[in-house]
């Protein structure tokens, strides 16, 4: 199972960027879809996931500029990112947990990261 994500890239203060992550590979279900980031020199960190429960959660730095959405028919989660800040610079990882691979077993999966750099 792999989990590819793109859309990174260079952006100035107040721009937006679309993040998408597809996941390909032997995949049952995921009942958790979501991204994470990592500034340098900082922990990972939760930016938005969809929950188990089929609800969503956003940090309290995002809520309101950044938005979560799922295509759960392509296996793919996106976060569109909007009145962008110096400090939402860091790798954007995509994250899943559910069921897949060659047993189906139960699992977390984490995509290669994509670097987001916000110019003031």
């Known amino acids: 199972v792999q989990l590819q994500a793109f859309g990174g890239g260079l952006v100035q203060a107040g721009g937006s960027l679309r993040l998408s992550c597809a996941a390909s590979?032997?995949?049952?279900?995921?009942?958790?879809m979501g991204w994470y980031r990592q500034a340098p020199g900082k922990q990972r960190v939760l930016v938005a996931t969809f929950t188990a429960g089929g609800g969503t959660k956003y940090a309290d730095s995002v809520q309101g500029r950044f938005t979560i959405a799922r295509d759960n028919n392509k296996n793919s989660v996106y976060l569109q990112m909007n009145g962008l800040r110096p400090d939402d610079t860091a790798v954007y990882y995509c994250?899943?947990?559910?069921?897949?691979?060659?047993?189906?077993?139960?699992?977390?999966?984490w995509g290669q990261g994509t670097q987001v750099t916000v110019s003031s």
């Open positions: 590979g032997n995949i049952l279900r995921f009942d958790v």
């Open positions: 994250n899943a947990i559910g069921y897949a691979g060659g047993s189906s077993a139960f699992g977390a999966y």
